[in-house]
Each structure stands twice: as structure tokens, then as C-alpha cells.
């Protein structure tokens, strides 16, 4: 694969590159989804009173293809994507688009763009489909016209300096999502809450925030667009989807590979937070940052550490068995890995 000469490929970082073109459909008020396929990057223009913009109404998504160590791009689970979108979809009143479109799309939008994919110990190419209401509208109800956009941008590390423990904090303060509200759908709305609450953490040296569940204080619900897991004496254990947590691919991908791969047992539950506080391991995932070992919970002023030996720990184990499919540097047991076509 000829490389795109643009790029600096070894400083990726996670951050927007413009790429050759991105996807683009529209649904019409008479109900169809029209004018399908690839168009140059680039802005695009809404009414300024579309749905999206006054209330919101949007979902996204986000996946990544990877030049596997087989030389050929592939994507990781992309069909569960399709269906989350679906389903983040129909939370938010927004037509729905068919598995096996949403599919097609993003594999159309991906071979337009292979030479953005990094190479397989460089990062990988993020793909970021999303749809939004765009017709013009005063009264809260939903649009009558949608745009269906996928970019996709080459990414590196989550983290600029390679992997790292993290400080994570506790926060009473604030929630991430109710729980019969939209916090298990990939909605846009949820994430703009996030944005001052992890602003204050950052200005204590925290990396990451830790929401509670918003009707029981005791347990823990996730970060801001990671889920959380903690493991005590090989027993993995990670919140249950009560309904404010999103219902993470990677979380689903590591509950199996744990309970398949690494002969560990899982539990899917109310995790109390003096289970954190007392736990051998900690570590979030997502998309972006895979498996991400926390080295420290802080909660009250007091701050509760972990041993920080990642050579020698589970986190590691599950981290790499996971990225090992991905690369495909060994056999895919559970058919989770697709040829981009
Ligand atoms: C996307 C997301 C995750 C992680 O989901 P993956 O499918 O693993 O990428 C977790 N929490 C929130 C709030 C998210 O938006």
C-alpha cells in the first residue's frame, strides 16, 4: 500500500487530519434516503434552524479499520456498530439506517481513503459516522430531513506519550446520564455535559472522571466516553447496562475475550465504589483508548493507587489479546474481524 506523502505517520496523535473524501446521504421529506456516496471533504452547510443544531438531534458513532499485520484492512466488529447506530438511532426519532447500508457506506468511504490507513504499529484509521436532523424547524418535534456523514481520519495513540497509567477521579458533583434518559445512546447531547466537569479535573492534575449512577450514588457508572472495569482475585467485573451506560464494544469485546481467551471470571453488576477502591486492577475502554490501565482513584481528597506493574498484569493480558485480533496477529475466535472490499 502507497503511503500518503502528507502525513507525518509516526507523530499521529488523535486529532482531526482532512483525508480525500467523505460520505454523504440525505433523507428527503418524502421519506427516502437519496443523493448516496463519496464528495470531496469538506464543510457542509445546515439551516440554521435544523434539529441538530437547536436540540441536538443526532447520534454518532465510532469505529476504526487497521492495517493488520496481514497487510489488508479490516474492520473490528463493524456490524455491532451498525446495529448501535441503529438502536442510538431510534432513541432519538431519527429514520433508521439498515445495518447493510450503514455497512456498505462505510466501507465505500474507507477504500476511498486506504492510503490514510497507518500502518499496523502506527495507529489506525478512525471512522466517525453521524447522523443529524437538518431540516428547518421552531417547535421541538423531530426533523423532517436528516444528513448521514462518515469521515474517517488516521489516528495514533489515545495517549500522546504512549501508554500510561491514569489518575482518575471520582465525582459527586456532577452525572454523565440519567438513567431512563439517553446515556446508552451514542446521542451527541451527552457528551457536551462532560466537557466543564472534566475541565475542573484537569485543573487538579486528574486524567479522567469517574461518574456515579444517578440514582444510587454507591455504584459507579463509567467515564465520559469510556466504560470501566476492575478486577479482584481474577474476577473481572464491570457495571451492568441499566440504561445511563453506553454499551461499549470494546466493553462487550474484553467481557468475552476474558471469559473465553483468559479463563477469568466475569460479572456484569452493581459495582459498589469501595469495590474500586479495594480492587487488584483498574482500566477503562472505548474505541479511542482500547484498554486503558488506571493507576489511581482519587475521591474526597484522598487518593486510593494501584500497583503499577503493567508487564505483569491482567490489564495487559486482556489489552493485547484484544489487539492481537484486531492486527490480526492471531486466530479470531469470535469472527468479530471483516475484510474492508
Ligand atoms: C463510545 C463510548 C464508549 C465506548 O464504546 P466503544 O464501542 O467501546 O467504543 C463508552 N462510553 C461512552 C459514553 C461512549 O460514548
Redesign the pocket.
Known sequence: MIKNKKIDWDNLGFNVIETRSMYEATFNSSGKWESRGLKPYGNISLSPASAVLNYGQGVF???KSFMSSKGQAVFF?LK??AR?FAASSKRLCIPEISTDFFIDAVNEVVKDNLDYIPDNDKGSLYIRPLVLGTGPMLGVKPAKTYTFLIFVTPVGSYFKSGLKYLDAVITKKYH??AIKSI?SA?AIG??SGTLLPYKEIVEKGFDEIIFLNSSNEDILD??????IFIIKDNILKTPALQGS?????????VLKIADGMLDLDIEEGDVTIDELLNADEVFF????VVVAPVGSVSLDSRKYKYRRDFENSLTKQIRDSLLDIQNEKTKDPFDWITKVK
Open positions: 458513532e465510532g469505529t466488529r455491532d456498530n448501535r454523565r446520564a446515556g451514542k451527552n457528551y463509567e467515564a465520559r466516553s469510556a466504560n451506560i453506553l454499551p461499549g464494544i470494546t466493553r462487550d469485546s475502554t472505548g474505541t479511542a
